[in-house]
């Protein structure tokens, strides 16, 4: 009887661990993205800062960093936020 019941806490186990990880992975922080910038018309991977706008949806509030501006100030417009 005690192999079942290890079989099912390890299931649990593994669940709340993908659970977990799915968080961390596709939740709130910063994230790497691809974007085309409407001011050079260029390609650049900027760092979004995501939050949750509301139950279950994430929305972009910030850029802190872009690969087309090499200083850590960002001195544009940011209004590569409307395309993320």
């Known amino acids: 009887?005690?192999?079942i019941y290890l079989v099912e806490a390890l299931t649990v186990l593994?669940?709340?661990t993908v659970a977990a990880y799915a968080i961390w992975k596709c939740g709130p922080?910063?994230?790497k993205r691809?974007?085309?910038c409407p001011n050079t018309r260029r390609r650049?991977?900027?760092l979004a800062e995501q939050r949750e706008g509301g139950f279950g949806c994430l929305r972009v509030v910030d850029v802190t960093?872009?690969?087309l501006i090499p200083s850590q100030v960002l001195s544009c417009g940011k209004a590569c936020v409307?395309?993320?």
């Open 1 to 3: 009887m005690w192999p």
């Open 14 to 16: 593994a669940a709340w």
């Open 29 to 31: 922080g910063f994230r």
């Open 34 to 36: 691809a974007v085309k």
């Open 44 to 46: 650049a991977v900027v």
């Open 65 to 67: 960093a872009c690969s």
């Open 82 to 84: 409307a395309r993320l």
